[in-house]
């Protein structure tokens, strides 16, 4: 069994910025393939954000490109998002997203965190 775990979102103001990570939490994880995040707006489809896979460029939505910056730590499983220049049009529950996790004693395909929350608003 393998989770991903967020943290980091909240209430910022327009311009603001935050940080939002995601660990991948289980026994025996030798290596992901892709992580990336993921958001969901109220009333919208979820979208992606930004993914990245093992050792590979990062991939961005237009509308996050040179505010938004993905980032992985593949010895430690984890994957952050450096958000900048926040605006209300970025307010959405956050989901972290893996796939092709890899353990000693199976694989993991398409897992999701809980989301975290990000409200931009002043």
């Known amino acids: 069994q393998v989770q991903l775990l967020e943290s980091g979102g909240g209430l910022v103001q327009p311009g603001g910025s935050l940080r939002l990570s995601c660990v991948a939490s289980?026994?025996?994880?030798?290596?992901?393939?892709?992580m990336g995040w993921y958001r969901q707006a109220p009333g919208k489809q979820r979208e992606l954000v930004a993914s990245?896979?093992?050792?590979?460029?990062?991939i961005y939505a237009d509308s996050v490109k040179g505010r938004f910056t993905i980032s992985r730590d593949n010895a430690k499983h984890t994957v952050d998002l450096q958000m900048n220049l926040l605006s209300p049009e970025d307010t959405a529950v956050y989901y972290c997203?893996?796939?092709?996790?890899?353990?000693?004693?199976?694989?993991?395909?398409?897992?999701w965190g809980q989301g975290t929350q990000v409200t931009v608003s002043s």
């Open positions: 289980g026994k025996n994880i030798f290596s992901i393939w892709l």
């Open positions: 997203h893996a796939d092709r996790i890899i353990t000693t004693a199976t694989a993991y395909d398409d897992q």
């Open positions: 990245m896979e093992h050792s590979r460029d990062a």
